[in-house]
């Protein structure tokens, strides 16, 4: 099972915020493949996959946010209507735990490709392997 390189920050829940974050990435040449924000009220969680893992994580911290880098997968979903749920159909019946997901920007014709984050990635990585699943690595995301 490929597995990609995420990066997660805390950030402050107020107008403006997200921009600041993201314009802060750009003016240092990082591009986003993919990109997910939870929220409550006082802050939220920015989840990007980053063309740039080593430099997003060096700039981030020099900015004085909270980050994490952990690893994710991304699957390739049919692009077509259903094909999401039987993918996540045949993940369920493994037993796997989805904590969460989000779409990557780009795709190849025919395929879309969603980043998940699950329980326990064991469980998860035998479920790919058992159906088949394809999965991105970074070269198909163009990440560094």
Do not use: H, W
């Amino acid at each position: 099972m490929n597995t990609i390189s995420q990066v997660s920050a805390f950030i402050e829940n107020r107008p403006g915020m997200l921009r600041e974050i993201l314009g802060i990435l750009s003016e240092e040449g990082i591009n986003l493949r993919a990109l997910n924000v939870a929220e409550n009220e006082d802050y939220g969680i920015l989840r990007i996959i980053p063309d740039n893992i080593e430099k997003t994580m060096k700039v981030l911290k020099a900015n004085e946010y909270l980050v994490s880098e952990i690893q994710v997968c991304a699957i390739e979903v049919p692009d077509e209507p259903g094909g999401l749920e039987r993918l996540l159909e045949q993940l369920a019946n493994d037993g796997v735990d989805i904590q969460y997901m989000y779409s990557v920007f780009a795709f190849k014709e025919g395929k879309a490709y969603m980043i998940i984050s699950a329980k326990d990635v064991v469980i998860m990585s035998r479920s790919i392997e058992k159906n088949n699943i394809a999965t991105a690595d970074k070269e198909t995301l163009g990440i560094s």
